[in-house]
């Protein structure tokens, strides 16, 4: 079972400069896989690699934007974009239908996402 997504309790981590410089790395990492990759996409990666089976309302009230912006940048991660014209998807995320609600999509890591996970761990030093 998912728990609840707090946005209020969440508090930011201090950081110094080798640890700005990691992050840096990472961000290359999304890069490597499509230049114009935005903030709000690699969030939704970087959360459901923290937590998978969030659903797109646990990753709104994570993130603080609408569902539809969510499913707009979700589209980008997974095999089929409806964003991009003659362009695929990254692969990195896979929905499920949960079990309880057909109405509501849970968000997994595709082998290819457990992989770039795996990737940023070693990276960040996780």
Not at 6 to 34: G, H, W
Not at 57 to 75: A, E
Not at 81 to 98: A, F, W
């Amino acid at each position: 079972m998912v728990n609840k997504v707090d946005r209020e309790s969440y508090q930011p981590a201090k950081l110094n400069l080798t640890q700005l410089v990691k992050i840096k790395k990472a961000c290359d990492k999304f890069m490597e896989l499509d230049t114009t990759i935005d903030a709000l996409t690699i969030n939704i990666f970087v959360c459901v690699a923290m937590q998978e089976g969030l659903s797109n309302m646990d990753l709104s009230q994570l993130l603080g934007v609408t569902k539809t912006r969510i499913s707009l940048h979700f589209h980008l991660l997974c095999t089929h974009p409806r964003s991009r014209k003659e362009s695929k998807g990254l692969n990195l995320l896979r929905t499920e239908v949960d079990e309880k609600d057909f109405r509501v999509k849970r968000f997994y890591l595709t082998n290819k996402g457990n992989k770039l996970k795996e990737e940023l761990n070693e990276l960040l030093g996780g």
